[in-house]
Each structure stands twice: as structure tokens, then as C-alpha cells.
């Protein structure tokens, strides 16, 4: 079976390596014949099959790791519903155990956890100096891993993706403020600098968040609103997704937001959208304001 506490040296960096592993990791029979033993012993197995188009009769043979991941990532991408949430915490609670089990079970949370390390690492990478992007990824993937294996997750209220990148964030945060410390680094001056001529990963990273932001219906459809987005507005609609991923704000919530500031789309115009009142609409957005505010302020002090 796949050594999941050593992953192999792939080409690419860590996120990429982590991909390759767990191609591997879905072919191993064994694992997935765990797996599916997990599933029967939660009582998860039957909602599992359901959402990932398994057949009822014959989910012993075909559940594994790649449907347990399918159920942890929805097609919207956001780890909101209440499947996702039980299937998240039974993880949490092997994970949380001392056999090989339990490592095989926070290597499933690390991979269905990949967005928001991916989130994690890009918010964490100054462009004048300090650790790479893989670096803090590397970082990133082992304070993850750490916090899964806690056994502090499954117990709080709330939902657990939520609380498992908010701690992961925390625990980068702490260690990489250390090694600033310790290397005597003052990066405040170069970090305020305006980056005029993004390179190639800023490009990438900002179509990327494009990519994300349509998916979730974030920056509307029609001509009007197809204007290329400022930087601005990249970092606002980053922002927005980065609290969908904690759970601090609801995809409505994202769209009120985001409809409003970074695509200038008429009240009226958007409550029709969603199919309320203007009145309604703008109240929910004035929740939404507060919540990303407050959840940004926690950020700050973790």
C-alpha cells in the first residue's frame, strides 16, 4: 500500500506532487476497499453512492477514494452541504486515531483541502523576498496534515472545513512570522511597493480567480459586465472566495458582494437575479459586508 507519510518526488511543485500521489493512492485496491469499509461502518455509504453516481447494488466495487474526494468537493466547489460536512468529520475522527488508518485518513482531508492550501499559500507569498511559493505550500500541506491529525476539529461547532483552514492559517501564520523574526526580515516597505507589470504566476493566479469566480456565479453574465476586472477588484473577488472556503460567507452572501462592487450590477437588477426585493437584496449585502469584515479581522489577528 502507498506510503501516504512520504510522498514521491515528482516533478512540479508540492500541489502538483500531491496530485500524482493521489492517482496512485486511488489505484491501490486495498485502499479502496478500506475505504468503502469506512463508509459501511459511518453509514455514509448509501448517501456517498447517491451523490456520486453509484449504483445501488454495487457500491462495495466501486466506492473508494475518488468518490469519497467527489463527495467532499461538490460540483460548486465549496464544502457547504450537510453530506460533505458528516463525510468531512467521520475523516476528522479516524484521522485523529494512532494506526495507519489515521494516516490515510488525513491524507484524503489534505487532498480534499487543496483549494484552500492553494488559497492559503498564494495570501501568504510576498513579492519582494521571503520563502517561495512552494516553500510556504510545502508549509502549508504539513500544518494542514497536523491539523487533521489534532483531533481538535470534529468536536467544535461549525463547519469543519471552515475551522480546518482557519487553524491552518493560524499555524503558517505563527511559523513564518517566527522565521521573519529570526532572520531579522523587514519586508513592510518593499511589500507596499505597487506591482505595475505582474509576471507569469500573478497572471496565472489572477485568471485563476477569474476561473473561480465565474464558477460560482460570482461576476455575472451579459455584455455589460465582461469588462476586464482591475486588480482591485481581483483582490476583492479573492477576498470573497477565500471566506466562501472558510464558511464565513454563503454563496449568496459572495454574490451580494460581489455583484455589487466588483461588477457595478443595479440593486434592482440583482434582486431580480436572485428573485427578491431590492430592499432584501441590499440588506443581505450589508450582512454580507460585516461577516467578510469580521472574518478578515480574524484573519489579521490569528
Known amino acids: 500500500m502507498l506510503d501516504v507519510q512520504h510522498p514521491a518526488r515528482t516533478a512540479g511543485g508540492i500541489f502538483h506532487r500531491l496530485d500524482a500521489e493521489w492517482a496512485a493512492l486511488c489505484a491501490d485496491a486495498d485502499i479502496q476497499a478500506a475505504v468503502a469499509d469506512w463508509l459501511v461502518a459511518d453509514r455514509l455509504a448509501d448517501d456517498v453512492a447517491a451523490v456520486t453516481d453509484g449504483v ?42 494512532h494506526d495507519r488508518s489515521a494516516t490515510l485518513a488525513a491524507r484524503i482531508i489534505v487532498q480534499a483541502m487543496i483549494p484552500a492550501a492553494v488559497r492559503i499559500t ?81 497572471m496565472a493566479e489572477a485568471a485563476e480567480v477569474r476561473t473561480a469566480a465565474a464558477t460560482a456565479g460570482l461576476t455575472p453574465a451579459g455584455p455589460a ?41 443595479p440593486d434592482t437588477e440583482a434582486a431580480a437575479r436572485a428573485g427578491t426585493t431590492a430592499g432584501a437584496w441590499q440588506r443581505r449585502r450589508s450582512r454580507a459586508v460585516a461577516r467578510l469584515t469580521a472574518a478578515l479581522q480574524l484573519r489579521c489577528a490569528a
Open 122 to 202: 498564494r495570501g501568504q507569498v510576498r513579492p519582494f523576498g521571503g520563502r517561495s511559493f512552494d516553500d510556504i505550500g510545502h508549509m502549508t500541506v504539513a500544518a494542514l496534515f497536523e491539523v487533521a491529525r489534532s483531533g481538535r476539529i470534529h468536536t467544535r461547532p461549525g463547519r469543519p472545513a471552515a475551522n480546518l483552514a482557519l487553524d491552518t492559517l493560524r499555524y503558517v501564520c505563527a511559523e513564518l512570522a517566527a522565521d521573519r523574526e529570526v532572520r531579522a526580515e523587514d519586508l513592510a516597505a518593499a511589500e507596499d511597493l505597487p506591482d505595475r507589470t505582474p509576471g507569469p504566476r500573478r
Open 225 to 265: 459586465y465582461e469588462a476586464e476586472a482591475t486588480s482591485a477588484r481581483l483582490e476583492l473577488l479573492e477576498l470573497v472566495l477565500d471566506a466562501m472556503d472558510a464558511g464565513a460567507l454563503s454563496l449568496a452572501d459572495g454574490r451580494a458582494i460581489a455583484w455589487h462592487y466588483t461588477a457595478a450590477v
Open 56 to 97: 445501488a447494488d454495487s457500491w462495495v466495487r466501486t466506492l473508494g477514494p475518488a468518490q469519497l474526494l467527489a463527495a467532499l468537493r461538490p460540483a460548486s466547489g465549496r464544502l457547504t452541504d450537510e453530506l460533505t460536512d458528516a463525510v468531512l468529520r467521520a475523516l476528522l475522527r479516524r484521522a485523529a486515531g
